[in-house]
């Protein structure tokens, strides 16, 4: 089997397309929770501290002097990032749990316990009472 069949038969396995999708439908859903996080949330958090966006707040640590650049410690970066990490994590956790409750199947009832006739219910406690004078 030559190298092309072999690459054309894994790429066509249903795992890889759906590995595919879902790596597309993620960065998109990522982009989404981005904006949301960087549109929506953080402009009225950033009213409340200060009047300023969380990618503005910086520490300067060494001022800018002639053209190097000011050395900065951008903590509000951070900051968004987490927040926006926080916002994806629960969103996909309340995804998954919708997902799974989808699934989810009613447990099967348990058989109902075997009722013995009395013929057998007297083979029983026969059986026991020997098993019980034995030494």
Known sequence: M?????????????????????????????????????????????????????ADLA?????ASGSVPAVTLNYGRFIQTVLDFTILAFA????????NTLKREEPAAPPPAPTLSKEEALLTEIRDLLKSRRP
């Open 2 to 54: 030559g190298i092309l069949q072999e690459f054309k038969t894994f790429a066509v396995k249903g795992n890889v397309v759906d590995m595919a999708v879902g790596i597309i439908i993620g960065a998109a859903f990522g982009k989404i929770v981005s904006s949301l996080v960087g549109d929506v949330v953080l402009p009225p958090i950033g009213l409340l501290v200060g009047g300023s966006t969380f």
């Open 59 to 63: 520490l300067t640590l060494k001022a």
């Open 92 to 99: 996909v956790f309340l995804m998954v749990k919708g997902i």
